[in-house]
């Protein structure tokens, strides 16, 4: 057995608990000062600052998803690599994600750079906002790589079942901007320019101590030569395509969501701006439940131990549970506190109370869809993950957001994005328990072949 490949043994649950925990701990750090940036931002007493980061958010989630999709492709690659105990593989496909994630994120970077104006438009800011919102993602953008760099090097300590490493990365991370973004925004008088630089900075340092640790501890990266570069592309691609195209179809579904809300005026882009900030503070675990979860699964379908990755499948379930009761709850209780930082009332209190009360509990589904598309990544069926994130983000979301705004107003938008969730979350496990009973496909790198099929490619994965 490999000894590198530690989940193929023990508790389940405690695997998944310690994975999700220590990386929750490393996203809530960046996610929190995201937050302190929200409330600083909120100090200066000007919503058009407050709807400005709104829109930005929408777009930022755009970008950062292509690094999220090359994350899981590393992982994935990676943690299965060990499972069947080949290091030598395992260092390969480290290096060459890498060098692809950094490759493509630039080029994206660039595309996302030019095009600003008409995509800030297109998520419905206009006037002063706009150009206030521009104004910050022209600073934050072209630092793309850089998170990019940082989150695939995460997802390949996560895969060695190093989280705490991994964590450390975005704690180095969200400790520069902390201490630069009062610096910057109120020392130097830069307000959301100040935020912006502020952030460019936590990337960096994201990326560097992020692969620090793989070059000390895990044998580092292997010499990139064309040789091993040009077939690996094509492994990586098969799910890394598909996993950026997942994760896509959450900020395009944002984006519709925030452009639906401008339409109720700049006090409630700025309450959902809030919400926004406030949700992965409140739910970083669920958020760090798919990344850590994933190496689980991922090593034991490579060692084609299948009743555990059945069992890590349910006790990422049930932990899901136990988190959204406790979150829901202490949002619930700590509703004048958050009138306090953000000095809330009237429709921002009204949807920020929303959030941190019902719509809470609904987050169990998103939890479902996490867990599953973490299974179906890494059983080698990656568009699976990619159908019902796009189902969950266009049919999912539209059509229901259309009818409770009519009804409820700018709550009904918070309240048909919910309901979506709940309806793709049952759809994403009855699919995952679906390839689960079928045994994933038939061995590791078979399940990534027959995804390969669809682009006619056929190929060894070795």
């Not at 940082?150 to 704690?171: E, K, P, Y």
């Not at 990344?291 to 490579?302: D, E, L, S, T």
């Not at 959204?324 to 109370?353: K, N």
């Not at 998103?366 to 890494?378: E, L, R, T």
Request: net charge positive.
């Amino acid at each position: 057995m490999n000894e590198q490949a530690k989940f193929l043994s023990g508790s389940l649950m405690r695997h998944i608990t310690v994975m999700a925990l220590t990386s929750s701990v490393g996203l809530m750090a960046v996610f929190l000062v995201d937050f302190i940036d929200m409330i600083f931002i909120s100090m200066l007493g000007k919503a058009e600052l407050a709807a400005a980061i709104g829109y930005a958010g929408a777009i930022l989630f755009f970008t950062s998803s292509f690094g999220i999709g090359m994350a899981i492709a590393g992982g994935a690659l990676v943690a299965r690599a060990l499972g069947e105990g080949n290091k030598d593989l395992a260092q390969r496909q480290a290096t060459n994600v890498l060098i692809f994630g950094a490759i493509f994120g630039a080029v994206f970077a660039a595309l996302v750079w030019f095009n600003l104006s008409s995509i800030v438009g297109l998520v419905g800011a206009t006037g002063q906002t706009a150009d206030l919102a521009i104004s910050y993602l022209s600073i934050i953008i072209p630092s793309l790589p850089m998170l990019l760099i940082g989150m695939v090097g995460g997802a390949i300590l996560r895969a060695h079942g190093d989280a705490r490493r991994s964590m450390l990365a975005t704690i180095v991370g969200a400790l520069v901007n902390g201490v630069l973004d009062p610096i910057f925004i109120f020392g130097f008088g830069m307000e959301l320019q100040g935020a912006a630089w502020a952030s460019v900075a936590a990337r960096v340092a994201i990326g560097v101590t992020a692969l620090v640790p793989i070059i000390r501890f895990y044998g580092g990266f292997g010499r990139p030569n064309l040789a091993s570069v040009l077939p690996d592309l094509r492994p990586v691609m098969i799910i890394a395509f598909p996993a950026i195209l997942t994760q896509l179809a959450t900020p395009i579904g944002q984006a519709y969501v925030t452009r639906a809300m401008s339409e109720f005026g700049e006090d409630a882009v700025a309450g959902m701006a809030i919400v926004g900030r406030l949700t992965p503070v409140a739910f970083a675990i669920i958020f760090a439940l798919s990344g850590a979860i994933g190496p689980v699964i991922g090593q034991n379908f490579g060692a084609r131990q299948m009743d555990r990755v059945k069992g890590a499948f349910r006790d990422g379930l049930i932990f899901t549970g136990v988190v959204v009761a406790i979150v829901s709850g202490l949002l619930f209780a700590t509703r004048p506190l958050l009138v306090m930082l953000f000095d809330l009332d009237g429709q921002v209190q009204s949807l920020v109370f929303l959030f941190a009360g019902p719509l809470s509990l609904m987050w169990f589904f998103n939890g479902m869809i996490f867990v599953s598309n973490a299974a179906c990544n890494n059983m080698g069926h990656p568009f699976y993950s990619t159908i019902v994130n796009w189902g969950r983000h266009t049919l999912g979301t539209i059509p229901f957001v259309v009818v409770f705004s009519a009804w409820f107003g700018a709550g009904g938008v918070l309240i048909g994005q919910a309901v979506g969730g709940v309806l793709f979350g049952l759809i994403a496990l009855v699919i995952a328990l679906r390839i689960m009973r079928g045994g994933g496909g038939s061995a590791g790198a078979d399940g990534v072949h027959k995804q390969a099929r669809i682009f006619g490619w056929t190929y060894k994965n070795r």
